[in-house]
């Protein structure tokens, strides 16, 4: 059973990156056509789309977030990894690793539980 859990700093301030780590297990991260998702969810809001990483190490990015969001991978440790700079406020909220077995959503197929980040000084 393919299995993702999400880590990083629960608290960040403002300005500085925020780092977030996908652990994925029961599946590699560098076969078959799947693409590692992250989303986020600000407190009250809907989910919102941020960016994927192809088997193939190829990267998307949401436009709103391009300038800010880098992905990447560390394939010794089957993990996503997913750096937001320059962050405000309105970056707090839920950050989900989720996977799509097609293209970077929105057919995602399995979920992490989630990890909480808030941006505060």
């Known amino acids: 059973q393919v299995q993702l859990q999400e880590s990083g700093p629960g608290l960040v301030k403002p300005s500085q990156t925020l780092s977030l780590t996908c652990t994925v297990s029961g599946d590699s991260i560098t076969t078959g056509d799947y693409y590692w998702n992250w989303i986020r969810q600000p407190p009250g809001k809907g989910l919102e789309w941020m960016g994927c990483?192809?088997?193939?190490?190829?990267?998307t990015y949401s436009p709103s977030l391009k300038s800010r969001t880098s992905i990447s991978r560390d394939t010794s440790k089957n993990q996503v990894t997913l750096d937001l700079n320059f962050v405000t406020p309105e970056d707090t909220g839920v950050y989900f690793c989720?996977?799509?077995?097609?293209?970077?959503?929105?057919?995602?197929?399995?979920w992490g539980q989630g990890t909480q980040v808030t941006v505060s000084s």
């Open positions: 990483i192809s088997t193939g190490g190829h990267t």
């Open positions: 989720v996977r799509d077995p097609g293209y970077c959503g929105p057919d995602y197929d399995y």
